[in-house]
């Protein structure tokens, strides 16, 4: 297969505009587009970086989806939606590639803005059969003959929503196709017994065969052969139905049909075929290969190039941007430093061990590292009982996956003051993969859990020492989180402003001998904020620049340093709304102090996909916007009050600048 871009000559490819234009094509036409389609995602993919080896793996699959179902009058769901690469194409958007995951081009997962083709907005696991239950029951409800498919990785089978909505369509009866995509990947290797069970189909030795073998040698033994056969029969059954899932999914009422191979487009027609005229909920278990089709993604033992973050070379799947120190590795070989040290210390995972840099963990400590799948309400319940069984649990995890947890963090594990460290990577704006992955709401949803501690580093080396000090925590659970990407320079404090026995503390990154502004920068937000200081400086204006390391709760030291200034500003990538500046905000008039306070952070709302720059530009977070806002502000102060003897108002709040 060739690795390039599309021939001069028209293609097969150029001539799909719809899915009905698909169901006039041949066999060989169909084969020839399948090739296509894998050169033209290897090509766009190579130049954006996206999700590349979930889509090489479903190509056949999606060709014959569109070939039996009449999108949009039937309902197409994907989970997780990274595998809609195919779908988009087949729709009409291949124009869009040009500019994947980019501002102006294609989302890297469904979207109703897109496409009538498109209903959910999903990337976040095991959700799609509950709201295929549900659309199932509002056609049924409303006598609309339409069929609902829903296709779900094997991976999201790991997750517990998907068991729960199953339990209710076998209930429910009404016609809904579910797809089990099943490529032995969530995103690593799939975790957990389901995962188990379809290796173990797919692994078959033929216990068929072997029985016949049996049953013609005992056939030949008077007496005692056929009783002994018929025993072996039942046996045979048995081990059956442990290695093949269609009983477990017959038992609670869903039929099944396969395994067929995921890239054969005539087998998986036929049975999404069968399938679709059964009348009731029907599982079409189709086996696929992540990557496949394109050497470099199918030898990548690590992830099948699930999903080069930038531009690659098409000849090798190597990024081509220069290696940087990222934010993921410095946590990575911190953590491992740690357990070198202490023996109580393990990783948990969900699904994701090398993107949250617990793979490092697993392969030097196997024995203390866990993936427990696409399941983070269990992994943060089963950290809970580490902690409760003597040990210190470090779960990392996406910032927004977290968000699944919540009553977990809060009930099962804040509750019982229990030590579980949780460290959030791709926290804050995040870019091109959308609203759905903004990491923006950890600082706002989990600072009303009591008793929990929340840091965010600046650099790599307050990710140590904060690491260090979370797990050094006894009495409760910590969360350290930090954005994707490299990783600035280290800023060195002037000087630290409290802390005791090693923990806590307010680092001073700047400061001037007037002391108009205290500017509390949080996290990745560092250097900005020690650039908006010189800004204002060449104003006249003296702006104090301070860290204060750990944000939840706020430390009590930030009340003297506000005391100092006239005026006190929060810069910070949460959600403004019970967010940092928020929490400051009560902390200050909790304690009697009413110096005029502005909060700056990212508005409520769903942020479009583009470079994290380019976001926070949008939002008016960049080194210009807020040194100009601040300057506004201050100056104001300056200002003689509208109304003789009358005295400005110490608590009115400025809403963030918008665009």
């Known amino acids: 297969m060739s690795s390039t871009e599309e021939n001069e000559a028209p293609s097969l490819l150029s001539s799909v505009r719809a899915p009905g234009d698909l169901r006039s094509l041949t066999a060989e036409q169909l084969d020839v587009l399948a090739a296509e389609i894998r050169d033209f995602l290897i090509a766009k993919v190579s130049r954006t970086g996206g999700h590349l080896g979930p889509n090489l793996g479903v190509v056949e699959l999606t060709l014959a989806l569109h070939r039996v179902f009449d999108s949009p009058k039937d309902r197409i769901l994907f989970d997780t939606g990274h595998q809609a690469y195919v779908h988009k194409i087949v729709t009409g958007r291949q124009d869009g590639f040009d500019l994947l995951r980019r501002r102006g081009g294609l989302t890297g997962y469904p979207s109703q803005a897109e496409s009538e083709h498109d209903i959910i907005e999903n990337s976040h696991a095991s959700t799609a059969l509950s709201y295929a239950d549900g659309l199932s029951k509002a056609f049924a409800l409303r006598g609309e003959p339409r069929h609902v498919v829903a296709v779900v990785g094997d991976g999201a089978l790991t997750g517990g929503m998907c068991w729960e909505a199953l339990n209710n369509i076998a209930s429910a009866r009404n016609p809904l196709v579910i797809i089990v995509n099943d ?170 061990a090398e993107p949250t840099g617990i793979a490092k963990l697993m392969r030097k400590y196997p024995e203390r590292a866990y993936d427990v799948g696409i399941a983070e309400q269990h992994a943060a319940t089963s950290a809970a009982g580490l902690a409760i069984g003597g040990l210190h649990p470090v779960v990392a995890v996406y910032a927004t996956f977290l968000n699944r947890a919540f009553d977990q963090v809060l009930l099962d594990v804040a509750m019982h003051r229990l030590p579980v460290t949780f460290v959030l990577d791709r926290a804050g704006i995040t870019g091109p993969d959308g609203p759905s992955h903004y990491g923006i709401w950890d600082m706002s949803v989990f600072g009303v859990v009591p008793g929990l501690r929340l840091a965010a580093p600046r650099d790599a080396q307050t990710v140590r020492e904060e690491l260090r000090e979370a ?175 009358a005295p400005s108002s110490p608590s009115s709040r400025a809403r963030a600048p918008r665009r």
């Open 183 to 352: 490529n032995g990947r969530s995103y690593s290797p799939t975790i957990g017994g389901l995962a188990d069970h379809l290796s173990n189909l797919r692994l078959n030795p033929g216990y068929e065969k072997v029985l016949d073998l049996v049953k013609d040698s005992l056939g030949r033994t008077p007496l005692v052969g056929p009783p002994l056969f018929e025993v072996l029969h039942a046996v045979k059954k048995g081990i059956k139905d442990a290695v093949a899932p269609q009983a477990m999914f017959e038992d609670l009422g869903i039929k099944y049909v396969g395994p067929v191979d995921g890239h054969d487009l005539e087998a998986v027609e036929k049975a999404l075929r069968k399938a679709k005229n059964f009348g009731g909920p029907v599982i079409v278990h189709a086996v696929t290969r992540k990557g496949f089709g394109y050497r470099p993604a199918m030898e990548d033992e690590a992830d099948c190039l699930h999903g080069p973050s930038s531009a690659f070379d098409i000849e090798t799947g190597k990024l081509l941007a220069p290696a940087s120190l990222k934010w993921t590795g410095v946590f990575a070989d911190e953590l491992v430093a740690i357990a070198d040290e202490r023996a109580d210390v393990v990783g948990i995972t969900a699904a994701m």
């Open 471 to 645: 797990v050094g925590i006894d009495d409760g659970p910590t969360v350290l989180r930090f954005p994707t990407g490299s990783v600035p320079a280290d800023l060195p404090a002037l000087r630290r402003v409290g802390g005791v026995d090693g923990f806590g503390g307010v680092d001073v990154l700047a400061e001037h001998e007037r002391k108009d502004v205290l500017l509390v920068s949080v996290g990745a937000f560092a250097h900005m904020s020690v650039d908006v200081a010189a800004r204002l400086a060449e104003q006249g204006y003296g702006v104090t620049v301070v860290d204060p390391r750990w944000v939840r709760p706020v430390p009590v030291e930030l009340v003297g340093l506000a005391r100092e200034h006239r005026l006190v500003v929060t810069l910070e990538d949460g959600v403004r709304t019970g967010g940092v500046g928020d929490a400051v905000a009560k902390t200050l008039r909790d304690a009697d102090v009413w110096v005029p306070l502005r909060d700056l952070g990212v508005p409520q709302g769903w942020h479009p996909h583009g470079s994290r720059n380019e976001i926070l530009a949008d939002l008016g977070l960049t080194a210009q916007d807020v040194a100009r806002q601040v300057t506004e502000w201050v100056s104001r102060m300056d200002e003689p009050s509208p109304l003789p003897g």
